[in-house]
């Protein structure tokens, strides 16, 4: 399945059109997080890199 954000290798999440949606890492446990731009908390996580980004491509749908 593809995914219209990328998570890059440099901590990046863009959207297909390039915006930069925010960061993402990891936590001590190895869940992948991500950090809306211009914010400080942690807005989703999840257990795998797929169900995040899932996460994420839904937030970013809604706000358009």
Same mark, same amino acid.
């Given at each position: 399945?593809?995914?219209?954000?990328?998570?890059? @290798?440099?901590?990046?999440?863009?959207?297909?059109?390039?915006?930069?949606?925010?960061?993402? $890492?990891?936590? @001590?446990?190895?869940? /992948?997080?991500?950090? /809306?731009? +211009?914010?400080?908390?942690?807005?989703?996580? @999840?257990?795998?890199?797929? +169900?995040?980004? $899932?996460?994420?491509?839904?937030?970013?749908?809604?706000?358009?």
């Amino acid at each position: 399945m593809g995914w219209a954000i990328r998570l890059l @290798d440099d901590g990046d999440v863009i959207s297909e059109d390039g915006e930069v949606l925010g960061t993402w $890492d990891r936590d @001590d446990e190895d869940h /992948p997080f991500f950090i /809306p731009a +211009g914010e400080t908390e942690v807005l989703f996580w @999840d257990t795998y890199i797929p +169900g995040l980004c $899932d996460k994420i491509e839904r937030w970013w749908r809604e706000r358009a």
